[in-house]
């Protein structure tokens, strides 16, 4: 196409379109050459302190255990957290006994050899009893793929190289095996194999692609293989280890890097030892390979917020073990937008690393002078990206609030005082059924002096102790709205409102008690006391648009017990209408055998045949099989049963009628 487009523009004589087309070329390829390359995303989270402890608490049964594959997952587990066993001594002791034993299978020596090269220094007293059962598998014919695996990584760790003749005998065998089934796990035994044969194992290095595809994307942040933390960890660890051994870069991108490495920190939870090693075994090979290394980008703290009392982000910047980078790279935070009105307030912003910690980098958002709200930023750190979500908080300011009261009908002014935060009104106020009581208040941001609404605004009245006559306790929450000026407004008339308070006049005190998600001073102020006097109460239950419920003292009292009443029978028919109706039914019975004593049964003609008597023995069974049908069974049984005898009545009667017809033939 483009030979094309070059001699249209050479050989056409008008050149009418040919700045157009050369200016479209042009400006391909400048975005093709110089575009800048896709910036990588972080993990969502790392390895933390926390994570470790929890895994050293699942792996310490391990240590006093007696069966092999415990003490295997164990060992590994302790070294991959980098702890020491305190009891070294004591597993070497017991891996000593169990060589003794003279039918050790390829599996127990597998561990044993892996655990001999775990720890290290552990004196090893039967090695060639373990070097021949682990040969021998390999020698075998018949053995499979995981016996392969055990084998060969068994001898590996214990130094050993194979022979040329053994190397193409495990090659051979592994290709037949994927021939008939190339599953994940048959997949992993493979990678991990072929790591072990060294340069011979470059035959697997091309089915790496074939495992890779077979991986899932969950949400567009995690990739998995199907069968969950296990196989992955397994098909992770083989698709690297052969990787190195060739010195080939495997064929993941960075993104299927990172999504994977989600994927197994998304398995922190796991609570068996198995779980804990592979799990470890993944990340850590995720983390310490040559050629894609997820890093995280992340809050310090999760759920941060900022305030003027604490005005810097911190962010986390690490590999996916908690463990500083090799080369610590300029943190930068691109930019900071408002959610909800995307408003920005800063660009390219440098946050400064801390002195006592690699992997911590701060920045003072709060020189910005953001607004409350919720705010996500974007941060590079080096060729990694990652967009958090921060909370800037402000401190509300009680503005002026005025309490009193007014007249219901709203006929006079109200009677307002002005009450100073956090003080109470020292005065009481008091208010009867004809009055309503009236608040005023203002809040403003501390930060920008601006009026401010707040999510969470209610007046609580309860009742002073000892106030009311019966001695019982009263409470209720009213909300108080704000109007466009962000004045908030709260009226409550006393009369319509007597049934919510039981009729119980008395003292209450007034609290405001504001809340919200983004302020700092979340605050309840006992604002005043108020003498009610509500009327009394009426005989007869009106509706009333003010009262919010109606109060009954058997509230909290036991109920009546509910008891399930099933529905009564449908009237039946009188027997007289019942039996009439069985004898029409039976009517062509009786009329049959009248019949047949009219017309006579010539008996004597009947076939004495096995076919004769299954066939009307069939029939019979039919018609007694309708009689239960209407009496008792459904249908779908009945059609079960009439299969079968209707399968068995065809039969006979089939053979039945031959055997008539060809008596008659032959007559």
Known sequence: MQLYLSRRIRTDTSLQFAPHLLLLIIVTCVTVCYSAPELLLSTNSYLTTADRAHFKKILEPGLTSHDLSSIYYTVNGYAFL??????????????????????????????????????????????????KVLSSTIEKDTSSIVELYYAVNGLAALSEKLPRNKVDKVIKAIENTLQK?????????????????GISGTFAFTRLEDAIIQADEVDGQYLQFEGGLSVTSFLVNGIFKLSNTLKEKPPLTSQQTVKIANYLLSRRSVQTPRGVTNLLSALTTLANNDYEKPICVTLANEGISISTQQPFVTVKVCDILGNPLTSVPKVIANSATRVGDDAAILSNENFQPSPNDKTLFTINLMKMKPERGFYKVSIAAGSVTNTVTVKVLCEVVVDHLEIGTADADQTTQPKLTRVLYPKKLSEKIEADSQQKLVMRFLFRDGTTKKPMRTHQ??????????????????????????????????????????????????????????????????????????????????????????????YKSNIYETKPEIKHMFREREKRPPAFVSNLFSGLCLAPVLLLLILWAKLGVNISNFPISVSALMFHLGLGSIFVLFGIFWLKLNMFVTLRYLVGLGVVTFLAGNKMLSRIAHKHKSR
């Open 181 to 197: 089934d190339d599953n994940l796990w048959n997949l992993g035994y493979t990678f991990h194999i072929a790591s072990d044969l």
């Open 82 to 131: 980098g702890e020491a066993l305190p009891n070294k001594q004591v597993i070497c002791d017991y891996l000593t006994e169990v060589t003794k034993d003279e039918n050790i299978t390829g599996e127990n020596a597998f561990y044993i050899a892996s655990i001999w090269r775990t720890i290290g220094n552990c004196q090893r007293k039967s090695t060639s009893v373990i070097s």
């Open 457 to 550: 605004t209610f007046v609580r009245l309860s009742s002073v102790a000892n106030s009311n006559s019966d001695k019982k306790a009263r409470e209720i929450l009213l909300v108080a709205e704000p109007d466009a000026s962000h004045l908030y407004k709260f009226d409550m008339p006393v009369g319509s409102m007597a049934a919510n308070f039981d009729y119980l006049s008395g003292d209450y005190n007034v609290e405001l008690i504001v809340g919200d998600a983004v302020l700092s001073n979340p605050f309840q102020w006992t604002v005043a006391t108020v003498t009610l006097k509500f009327p009394e109460p009426i005989s007869t239950e009106r509706a009333d648009k003010g009262v919010l419920y109606k």
